[in-house]
């Protein structure tokens, strides 16, 4: 301590405040607050230590709980549109089913109307087949 005291520039630095002129003129109080400041550096230094560490674990905390919620929104969504699929598949089945049915009666009485009319009698007489122009 007296050799910082007779540093110039310590010394002077020291005595620009009033703190300084103050610890100049009481040795055992300056002593008391350097061991406070030495000996309370441990207590702090946990402290920080701590707030670092909570910090972390929130930013970790957050970042994991971000990630379950994507997780939960992405399982959800993909729920949904694999219903939507089946829902899509049943309705293009529903649509499609009168379609193809219309269409086969279509066909089905195009056919009749073709073989109804169709010269029979005219093409299968006495036994012989004659060629008859369609």
Request: aromatic share 10%.
């Amino acid at each position: 301590m007296r050799a910082n005291r007779s540093h110039p520039g310590v010394r002077g630095a020291l005595m620009k405040f009033p703190v300084g002129q103050y610890l100049d003129k009481h040795p055992f109080v300056a002593t008391t607050l350097l061991v406070f400041v030495v000996v309370s550096a441990i207590p702090i230094r946990f402290f920080l230590l701590l707030v670092l560490l909570a910090s972390l674990a929130a930013f970790v905390g957050v970042v994991l709980l971000e990630g379950l919620v994507f997780s939960v929104g992405g399982f959800s969504l993909l729920c949904v549109l694999c219903g939507l699929g089946f829902v899509a598949l049943a309705m293009s089945g529903t649509i499609i089913m009168p379609y193809v049915m219309v269409s086969s009666l279509i066909r089905k009485m195009h056919v009749n109307v073709i073989i109804s009319s169709f010269p029979f009698e005219e093409i299968f007489t006495n036994n012989t087949v004659t060629p008859v122009d369609v």
